[in-house]
């Protein structure tokens, strides 16, 4: 018969290990409103959002309009960001349909292409972002995961990671705008 002190220490890793489970977008698969990209990405949309360094600290905002169209099944998002000190910045992302709530999605500064998948009112992107650091650039893995939470407004927080370690996030809301 197993002592009660390491039966308890044996149900507190069995409970941490069961606690660790990543979460996956099909967790959402059952929340409204349903999140369709072909019809929240369509029109004209702002975007704002913070960006933060790995301790939380807030390093930098922006804002963004968004322009996002449907073409032959292919989306397309044109996004033009203003940050805090005035840069302008433009991504174009493609989204293309893969089947069963998953797509791909590219833009010119992503390495490769991300991965996405959509459930009930949840849509994850996995990327490869390269951004311009110091004379050089540097490759951050993108975990985006966005939550609509009403038909007209989205909420998406995303980590930023560096061989596995965290190094900031991003957080943002995008909003439809009203005369769609």
Request: net charge negative.
């Amino acid at each position: 018969m197993l002592k009660p002190a390491i039966l308890y220490l044996f149900l507190a890793l069995v409970v941490s290990v069961i606690g660790c489970t990543p979460v996956t977008v099909q967790d959402y698969a059952d929340n409204r409103p349903v999140l369709v990209p072909e019809e929240f990405f369509q029109g004209q949309m702002t975007a704002h959002g913070v960006i933060k360094d790995r301790g939380g600290k807030v390093v930098r905002y922006f804002n963004a309009d968004i322009k996002a169209y449907w073409e032959d099944g292919v989306g397309t998002l044109e996004e033009d960001f203003i940050f805090d000190d005035g840069e302008p910045q433009r991504r174009v992302w493609t989204l293309t349909p893969q089947g069963a709530g998953r797509y791909t999605g590219t833009a010119g500064d992503v390495v490769g292409e991300g991965e996405i998948t959509v459930a009930g009112n949840s849509m994850f992107l996995d990327y490869v972002l390269r951004i311009p650091y110091n004379d050089s650039t540097l490759d951050l893995r993108i975990d985006d995961r966005m939550y609509l939470v009403n038909p007209t407004m989205l909420v998406n927080e995303s980590t930023m990671k560096k061989f596995g370690i965290r190094v900031g996030e991003i957080l943002l809301v995008i909003e439809k705008r009203g005369d769609q």
